[in-house]
């Protein structure tokens, strides 16, 4: 009882954070120009996972860092995994937003271009990077040489597929806290979620501000969204379960890289009506 009153007080907490993040990191992106046109044109403040990332660190530091020096919580391993996990794809989606090149698309020709061209482009030193950062996270997971092949292709499809959602306002943070929602009503009870829902706590704070088109997570903040989402359910989850996730993933980027997602989803009536729902 008391490890869940923990739990939904640090969601409270992180909402609260993240509503007073949500205005004062909008203003002052738009003040130092980190900013890009939307799908409408209209340009809003960008990359705002590295403010996320800033918040989610502050929340942890106050709700598990301190706590955790008077008594265990979680393993180690796991904690720093985590910490790790959040700076770097958030700095590597950032590099992306801010230096990134417009040509070529899709991961197919990023590595084209690293390949062929021998022309490293900020894309293809996201998904190297990005690769990197899995295979490390999955070591603090694995059981043995199989598993740990297994969990770094699901961590880097899982952060790299909300990415692939990150093209309309809103569609990226709904698919995040839908999947987020349930994996927290499956581990209220447990110490390890700490870790995880402070990043749920802003997005739910932020998602009225990315419905309106006010400000756009970036590649910085779907990555954010991304990976947490697949160490928190690597967490939970069992081994079984991952593998049919990973199935659907490895089916979802094969048909990114041939089709429009977004094309497929306003297609269908009831993907297209909770694609719209909400937005301004």
């Known amino acids: 009882m008391i490890m869940m009153l923990w739990v939904l007080g640090t969601a409270l907490f992180s909402v609260a954070a993240g509503r007073w993040g949500a205005d004062v990191g909008s203003t002052f992106l738009a003040a130092k120009g980190v900013t890009t046109a939307n799908f409408r044109s209209e340009v809003i403040p960008t990359s705002f ?19 955790k020096f008077f008594f265990p919580l979680f393993p180690d391993a796991l904690f720093f995994a985590v910490l790790f996990a959040t700076g770097a794809v958030t700095f590597l989606g950032w590099l992306d937003d801010t230096l990134g090149d417009t040509h070529p698309k899709g991961f ?20 190297l990077g990005g690769g990197v950062v899995a295979a490390l996270c999955a070591v603090v997971f694995a059981r043995g040489i199989g598993e740990w092949v297994m969990f770094s292709l699901y961590i880097a499809l899982t952060t790299n597929w909300l990415n692939l959602l ?3 306002p809103g569609r990226c943070l709904k698919f995040y806290l839908a999947a987020g929602t349930l994996l927290l009503i499956l581990s ?7 870790l995880f829902v402070p990043l749920w706590g802003l997005a739910v704070a932020l998602l009225k501000q990315d419905l309106a088109a006010r400000v756009m997570l970036g590649d910085s903040g779907s990555n954010l969204l991304g990976i947490h ?26 048909y990114a890289e041939r089709h429009s997602i977004t094309e497929r989803i306003e297609r269908s009536r009831l993907l297209g009506y909770l694609d719209r729902l909400g937005r301004q």
Request: glycine content about 10%; overall charge positive; aromatic content about 6%.
């Open 188 to 194: 209220l009870n447990r110490a390890e979620t700490l």
């Open 166 to 168: 990150d093209l309309r």
């Open 108 to 127: 197919r020709g990023h590595i084209r271009s690293l390949i062929r061209d021998r022309r490293l482009t900020t894309g293809g030193l996201k998904a």
């Open 229 to 254: 989402l697949a160490l928190w359910s690597l967490n939970i989850l069992s081994p079984q379960v991952i593998l049919v996730l990973l199935a659907l993933l490895l089916v979802g980027h094969y």
């Open 49 to 67: 996972g590295g403010v996320m990332a800033l918040l989610y660190l502050f929340v942890v530091l106050v709700v598990v860092g301190i706590p």
